[in-house]
């Protein structure tokens, strides 16, 4: 904990949680690409706004992103469990 005050680190809730934007942002940089390493960082981006937001957000990033058609995932999956 040390090391992280001297950098300036807030050891916030917001720093520690998936902020929507920030999902957006990853997701959008695993697009590029189309390999299943990039399909699996989606699961766990997907899982991390899953435990933070819940599953509205999870379905709002699918409709929004066509992960079902790009990545061939489920939206009805429960993804909070994905990345423990």
Request: negative net charge; aromatic residues 8%.
């Amino acid at each position: 904990m040390l090391s992280r005050l001297r950098w300036g680190i807030a050891d916030s809730q917001e720093h520690k949680q998936m902020q929507i934007n920030r999902a957006r942002e990853l997701i959008e940089q695993q697009m590029a690409f189309s390999s299943g390493y990039n399909r699996n960082a989606v699961r766990m981006i997907l899982g991390e706004v899953a435990r933070v937001h819940g599953a509205p957000a999870v379905r709002q990033l699918f409709r929004d992103f066509d992960l079902q058609q790009h990545f061939e995932l489920d939206p009805d999956e429960d993804y909070s469990g994905v990345g423990l």
